[in-house]
């Protein structure tokens, strides 16, 4: 007679992505149902959270020095068109937001600033940021979770070992196998986390506080749709010539719907290279890919910074030609780039690209208040979709280098 498996051996054997549904049904159920119930499991959302933010800078460095000490020669990583795939689509992003900004004018009711850290004063800043944190301490970048850092340092090390003895080589690799197993155990119990941070968000909020702000967030959340089914769908099939959707539903549904969640492009790092490994992606690409796309390709950013910049200006009744439209769109994807990879990190570039229309920095201040307010469903979605179109590229750019 055979015994029959336990429960904890079913769960991680069965359907993540139906286990995740199944916690997100139940964690809203609890939420609504009972408050103070839905507030006291949001540990474990803090708990999977925390583990999948303690993991993710290890998990780079030794997979990225890894990924190149190992790679011979010749070797082709498909890195130059992954980040003109980045870099498009983050300027696409912004580019469609001012298009349905025009469409759809948006107002706000500016009342009085929420205290918030001091946004950056202009691109120079940000630029000059982003290359001081390459050069970061390495022990301080890992602490931090300074990504720019961790892949300066780790390609660092990585090209240093790449002509180091196979025993030496092959150690690193051991290293970074093991952290992936521990990678896979975490991942595996998003759907209880998911439970958590659902149950917790329903108990909160319950999406009331947003009734106020219903226009500027359907005004994002189109934008970003337009984006996910429409826009990044097209760049699919230009570069594969085939039907983009099931890339495309995959990448939504097994990355972005965690990182929906999350609210942490970061903290999804570890998801994007399972998916990436289940997709039999080529790893010293998606090694360095991933961690790179959660810092540079923010199409999400992108459409939240340009979107509530120009309902700001359509509140103060300020009047913006086309080649201004054009550069606002310009400097929001550069500015993107420069967004933190966690939750909120896009809010502080709005006063940046206000700047613009010479808006004072106190009613940019309020403007970044109002994203906090909405930042529920807005900042969600947007790191769902920054996060899913990460994988999204990379597996593009691999299967387009497999056709030709």
């Known amino acids: 007679m055979k015994n029959s498996p336990s429960l904890l051996s079913r769960m991680f054997s069965g359907s993540l992505v139906l286990q995740i549904a199944i916690g997100i049904i139940a964690g809203a159920i609890l939420g609504s149902v009972s408050q103070q119930a839905g507030t006291q499991v949001a540990f474990l959302g ?12 290890i998990l780079v460095f030794v997979l990225v020095a890894a990924s190149i000490a190992n790679q011979k020669k010749n070797a082709h990583t498909n890195m130059k068109p992954i980040l003109m795939l980045y870099f498009f689509g983050t300027f696409a992003a912004a580019l469609t937001a001012v298009v349905l900004s025009f469409i759809f004018p948006t107002t706000l009711e500016l009342v009085a600033a929420q205290e918030v850290a001091a946004p950056p004063q202009g691109i120079a800043e940000v ?7 390459v050069v970061d301490n390495p022990v301080n970048a890992l602490v931090h979770a300074n990504y720019i850092g961790i892949l300066a340092w780790s390609i660092g090390l990585g090209l240093a070992l790449h002509h180091a003895s196979d025993t030496t080589k092959q150690v690193f690799l051991d290293v970074s ?9 975490v991942i595996r119990l998003a759907p209880i ?26 005004v994002l959340l189109a934008a970003m749709l337009i984006i996910a089914l429409v826009v990044n769908p097209l760049i699919v099939y230009y570069k594969l010539k085939q039907n ?8 939504l549904r097994e990355s972005g719907v965690t990182a929906f969640f999350t609210r942490s492009s970061a903290a999804n790092i570890p998801v994007n290279m399972a998916l990436c490994e289940k997709m039999k992606l080529h790893k010293d690409t998606y090694s360095v890919s991933i961690p790179l796309g959660a810092t540079i390709n923010m199409a999400g950013a992108a459409i939240t910074i340009t979107i509530l910049t120009l309902a700001t ?8 030609d086309i080649l201004t439209a054009l550069l606002l769109s310009i400097v929001a994807a550069v500015s993107a780039c420069g967004a933190s990879g966690v939750a909120g990190g896009s809010l502080l570039l709005i006063p940046l690209a206000c700047s613009l229309f010479g808006i004072p920095n106190d009613v940019a201040m309020e403007v970044v208040a109002v994203g906090l307010i909405i930042g ?18 990379t597996a593009t750019a691999c299967k387009a280098a497999e056709q030709a």
């Open 193 to 218: 986390g998911i439970f958590g941070l659902v149950a917790n968000t329903v108990a909160q909020t319950g999406f009331s506080s947003m009734a106020s702000y219903g226009q500027i967030v359907a």
């Open 313 to 320: 200006v359509h509140t103060l009744g300020i009047q913006v």
């Open 127 to 133: 630029l000059n940021t982003l290359l001081f944190k």
């Open 244 to 251: 983009p959707y099931p890339l495309v539903f995959t990448c």
């Open 46 to 57: 803090s708990l999977f959270v925390g583990a999948l933010k303690a993991i993710a800078p």
């Open 376 to 393: 529920v469903i807005q900042d969600s979605a947007e790191t769902a979709l920054n996060s899913s179109t990460d994988v999204l590229f």
């Open 177 to 185: 196998n093991g952290v992936s197993q521990m990678v896979r155990f």
